[in-house]
């Protein structure tokens, strides 16, 4: 049986006041694990802040390059790990819209994570686009590849991969329980064409407009094993609604 895990993703959102209200009112819920990733200038304060809460820390983001040195503005994985992380989200839609991040620059920055004992939660979604010429498939499976290319299957033992369709985020635009069941249980086949064993405890998240009225009926889908939650996560309320509901579905 997989733990469905929820993870929080705060995008570039909060001060530290807002921050220190936020963390205040998250606490670990039973029969789920549970994290959040707040932007890397908060990431000390969320760690030190939540101590002994029993909630992972992530980052967003995780520099190409490995060793210190002249790369002006980045943060590395070993950094990261440094700082207390236990996760990073690589290849948000956002990152891959907004910077421009390939395929092979996500599998670089997944690698990076791994190796420095980092959990990378990797992100695949199409966008509507995608969906309506009907390629969601082709798309998932060619950001799955890269990087099953670089880091292997066996590699998802210790990763996450959460599907988030691009049009259901931020847009209050869900995914049926259906729509998102069909693009995990593909996900999991194309895993288990490698490697049934790993395929099978893989946790395959959702995200995307997740929040408390629709994460029970998603979560309960065979192959959805949690959220990553974007707008509700910045509410504790919510969020640990959400978590709730996980829990429920465990
Ligand atoms: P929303 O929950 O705000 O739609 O964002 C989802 C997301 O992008 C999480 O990474």
Known sequence: MRRPIVVGNWKMNGRRASVDHLIAGLRAVGGVDVAVCPPAIFIRQV??????????????????????????????????????????????????????????????????????????????????????????ESVVARQLDAVLGVSGVAAFERALIAYEPVWAIGTGRTATPEQAQQVHAFIRARLAAHDAGVASRARIQYGGSMKPENAAELMAMPDIDGGLIGGASLKAEDFMAICAAAGGAA
């Open 47 to 136: 760690v030190e802040g939540l101590g002994g809460k029993g909630i992972g820390v992530g980052a967003q983001d995780v520099s190409l390059y490995e060793q210190d040195g002249a790369y002006t503005g980045e943060v590395s994985a070993s950094m990261l790990s440094d700082a207390g992380c236990s996760y990073v989200i690589v290849g948000h839609s956002e990152r891959r819209a907004l910077c421009g991040e390939t395929d092979e620059d996500v599998a670089r920055k997944f690698a990076n994570a791994l190796r420095a004992g980092l959990c990378p939660i990797l992100c695949v979604g199409e966008t509507l686009e995608e969906r309506e010429q009907g390629v969601t």
